[in-house]
């Protein structure tokens, strides 16, 4: 297996999307909150699971923040890693891994982009490789426009290696 890494151009890129907050907030409306609730977020997207809630209640410094990005990213990296079984270019490593930071390991492991990036031919119900990663498009069943722009974004570092927020 292949040890990949992801660039410094893609940890940059996936802080300035995440949006660095230091205080909670939910992840659905973007408003703080002073009590858990299922969308409990903190940091560089962190999603808070109930028992950690007092850790982070009060809020992080920007190091800790730092610190639960490298620990939150960790899994991901190895997830993508290892789902994916063919040789990868750099930029291609780099938008599967900030996919599936997005969406979850599960939904990625699951997902017709690792067939299609796996085998071309896979049968999905999918043209090809591009519709089936802008279809991770929606939020609760609805389609979002800030999903719509970070789908484009990563299949431009994926098919063209061009790093760029929209």
């Not at 297996?1 to 940890?11: C, G, P, V």
């Not at 939904?107 to 089936?132: G, I, P």
Request: with cysteine; proline share 2%.
């Amino acid at each position: 297996m292949t040890r990949y890494q992801m660039s410094e151009q893609a940890l940059n890129l996936l802080k300035q999307v995440e949006e660095l907050r230091l205080t909670v907030y939910d992840d659905q409306t973007g408003k703080e909150t002073q009590v858990w609730t299922k969308g409990a977020t903190i940091g560089y997207g962190h999603l808070i699971n109930k028992a950690e809630w007092d850790t982070y209640k009060d809020g992080i410094t920007e190091s800790a923040a730092d610190s639960l990005f490298q620990q939150d990213l960790a899994p991901f990296i190895k997830i993508v890693s290892t789902s994916i079984t063919i040789p990868l270019k750099p930029n291609e490593f780099d938008a599967l891994v900030i996919l599936a930071y997005n969406i979850g390991a599960q939904s990625f492991q699951n997902s017709s982009v690792v067939k299609l990036v796996n085998d071309s031919n896979a049968q999905t119900s999918y043209k090809n490789l591009e519709e089936a990663w802008k279809a991770w498009n929606k939020s609760q069943g609805k389609v979002m426009k800030g999903l719509i722009n970070r789908r484009q974004c990563e299949w431009d570092i994926y098919s063209k290696n061009i790093y760029q927020r929209w």
